[in-house]
């Protein structure tokens, strides 16, 4: 089996295959006979040339503007044609519809850390979304069993305590807010996803309270789960969870004893990726089968442990089990990883133990007595203030901030985990497993100590912001788009791994260049913010000077001549002038950053009339002014700066940025132009 683990890695990195395909080996290595381990094997090849085959209904009408008939559930419409994502604003309640649209795409990541709708859809096996522009006839759905399991489930809670107990049983997690974030953080998120945590605790349940029934109660409780997932909805985890028991709870029926754990979720495995092929692709799919699969090789292999301390050990344990295989995919998605988890874990399990079950009563019994819901209103309260105020204060614990991982990042983490798993199974001696271990990791760290240089334009629509990487960790923010940009920067500088800024810069006080500047300063930590000379009465250049004065930030002045030292590089400033004049634009502060020899010129929005001021040198890339305005970018700069790239921060727009003039006098300097409308986030490497 950690063969199949090691070559199913090398053929993920080199062949861009899914996690699951690595999954479907590892079952397949673990199946006996051997026969049965190739018809595996066979079977899931078979679902995976299925997935690559399935026709698309959606494709003739991709980019056509059409009215639908069909139901609206959680943000989908199901037609004859199949189903369909909406994109409307407010979201419909559930019920029939009629709406007219326009089909398209979805779209993939913009920026690093960008929502990838394209990802998230194909998981579902949704390939298209109705962008709605008007709703012709609407009729939501009457209340139905699960509004009246809700209706039960908030009565006589507090809103804190209501939204945590829909999450942890009807797998509801919107009306969380902000305390979302802090189970993620506190390393509990898992607690929040409907999986083998709440199944496992339900089944349990089930099985104690259905006893006089003999042997009938496992298939009472195999009714009960499989009602319970129609309830709410079938999630891969949620999917997954469900099949498991349902294996055990079978051969418990059927006089078999306890079914092994690998057996479980071979069987929940085969059965997922025939009835919904797609769910390969899914996050929330390779995460609960791994995190599974980590504990079906992990556990069985470890010692008994005994006492308190045997206790805290097993949990330990049960946490880094099923963290061992999933953790390069919870960096690259997720960009954290929270220091403590294993201990947070091991509180707050018995707290949900509790809480889930006294919520499936308070949901169930009391939408058909109240009185026995308001009974147990006061014991679930109490668990779940405790809880949230635990996940508040544990969210408060360091954070392993990290990137993106590339394909060969995850072999080689997966080379570097074989060693210690062929010694769990006794084919390798711990000395030599920390050799080919160790050998893995440095192979994975080489790339991060050559000494190099990047530049990233990050695309935030008709707005400006860039992010400069220099060696040592120094990273320096020019500008962050307009107000609603300053998620997107925040998410890309947590995609690149960057936890501080040693500089933010902003240009000049216009909205499309600063306006998400302020939430940036909010949620990231800044060495020092850059600023031009301030403008009185301006409201932009106020707010970002407040801003900065409340979370301690220094605010530096730049201007013509100034000259700033950050890490290897070197700031120089050609403008505006000590006390500048004008409208904001000729405001901009203008500079180049140079490392190594290597230089970038940052324009802002400065006009062709402040470029004889600009003290000429040659550089290597340009951030084309104003987003390729015709008022910007002259003849001058370009003849006297000598710039081989442009890069150009652009987006939908109605006044024909990029200029037709401006793209062509950067093709008749010979400049290789790169914009982000057309290509998204745009990275150069400067070595």
């Known amino acids: 089996m950690p063969f199949a683990l090691a070559a199913g890695s090398l053929l993920a990195a080199l062949l861009q295959l899914s996690p699951a395909f690595v999954l479907g080996a590892v079952l397949a290595f673990g199946i006996r006979p051997l026969p049965a381990r190739w018809a595996f094997l066979a079977g899931f090849v078979l679902v ?6 399935l026709p698309d209904p959606w494709a003739p009408l991709v980019g056509r503007t059409v009215t639908l008939e069909g139901t609206v559930r959680d943000g989908f419409l199901y037609t004859e044609r199949g189903r369909i994502r909406l994109d409307v604003y407010p979201p419909l309640a559930d019920g029939t519809a009629t709406l007219t649209g326009t089909v398209r795409r979805p779209q993939s990541p913009r920026n690093p850390g960008g929502f990838d709708e394209a990802g998230w859809l194909r998981g579902l096996g949704v390939r298209a979304v109705l962008e709605v522009a008007r709703v012709e006839v609407h009729q939501p759905s009457p209340p139905g069993v699960k509004d009246r399991v809700r209706a039960a489930l908030e009565a006589g809670l507090s809103p804190e305590a209501a939204a945590l107990i829909r999450a942890l049983t009807l797998g509801e997690r919107r009306a969380l807010g902000k305390d979302r974030e802090a189970f993620q953080r506190a390393g509990l998120a898992h607690v929040l996803a409907l999986s083998g945590l709440h199944v496992g605790i339900l089944t349990g349940f089930l099985v104690l309270a259905l006893a006089p029934l003999g042997p009938g109660r496992y298939l009472a409780a195999l009714l009960v789960l499989w009602a319970y997932l129609g309830l709410v909805g079938p999630t891969p985890s949620l999917v997954r969870a469900v099949l498991m028991a349902s294996a055990v709870l079978l051969a418990l029926m059927l006089g078999k004893g306890r079914a092994p754990l690998t057996g479980a979720l071979a069987f929940a495995f085969a059965v997922h990726v025939f009835l919904e092929p797609y769910a390969i692709f899914s996050l929330s799919f390779r995460l609960s089968y791994l995190a599974v699969l980590g504990l079906a090789l992990t556990l069985p292999r470890l010692p008994p442990l005994r006492g308190v301390w045997g206790w805290v050990g097993g949990g330990v344990a049960v946490t880094l089990a099923a963290q061992a295989l999933i953790l390069p995919l919870v960096l690259h998605y997720f960009h954290q990883l929270p220091l403590l988890s294993p201990l947070t874990n091991l509180v707050a399990a018995p707290l949900v133990t509790l809480l889930v079950p006294l919520g499936f009563l308070k949901g169930i019994l009391g939408a058909e007595v109240p009185l026995l819901g308001e009974v147990l209103a006061l014991p679930v309260n109490l668990l779940a203030g405790g809880l949230l105020q635990f996940v508040r204060l544990a969210a408060q614990a360091p954070q392993l901030a990290w990137g993106e991982i590339s394909p060969a990042g995850f072999a080689l983490y997966y080379l570097a985990l074989l060693p210690p798993f062929a010694v769990l199974y006794g084919y390798l001696r711990p000395a030599r497993a920390a050799v080919l271990s160790a050998t893995a990791v440095l192979a994975g760290l080489l790339p991060t100590l050559l000494p190099r240089a990047e530049v990233w334009q990050l695309d935030v629509g008709q707005g400006d912001s860039t992010l400069v990487r220099l060696p040592g960790g120094v990273e320096v ?13 925040v998410r890309a500088l947590a995609a690149l791994g960057v936890d501080e800024l040693e500089l933010a810069i902003g240009t000049h006080p ?34 970002l000077r407040t801003e900065a004065a409340a979370r301690e930030i220094p605010v530096l002045t730049a201007a013509r001549g100034a000259t700033l030292r950050v890490g290897e590089a070197t700031l120089r400033f050609l403008a505006p002038s000590p006390a500048p004049t004008g409208d904001d634009n000729t405001r901009s502060l203008v500079f180049v950053l140079e490392w190594r020899g290597r230089r970038v010129l940052f324009t802002g929005d400065a006009p062709t009339e402040t470029e004889r001021f600009w003290k000429p040198e040659r550089v290597h890339v340009l951030k084309v002014s104003h987003h390729g305005a015709r008022t910007g970018t002259g003849e001058l700069v370009l003849s006297r700066f000598r710039p081989q790239l442009a890069l150009i921060g652009v987006g939908p727009n109605p006044y024909g940025h990029p200029h037709p003039e401006v793209l062509a006098r950067l093709e008749r300097f010979g400049l290789e132009v790169h914009r982000t409308d057309r290509e998204g986030a745009i990275r150069v490497l400067l070595w």
């Open 48 to 53: 995976g040339l299925r997935v690559l085959t």
């Open 477 to 489: 923010l020019v500008d962050a788009g307009r107000e609603w940009a300053g998620d997107d920067v």
């Open 510 to 543: 216009d909205a499309d260049h600063v306006g998400g500047l302020r939430y940036v300063l909010a949620r990231v930590p800044v060495g020092a913010l850059v600023l031009g000379p301030p403008k009185p009465g301006d409201p932009l250049d106020a707010a």
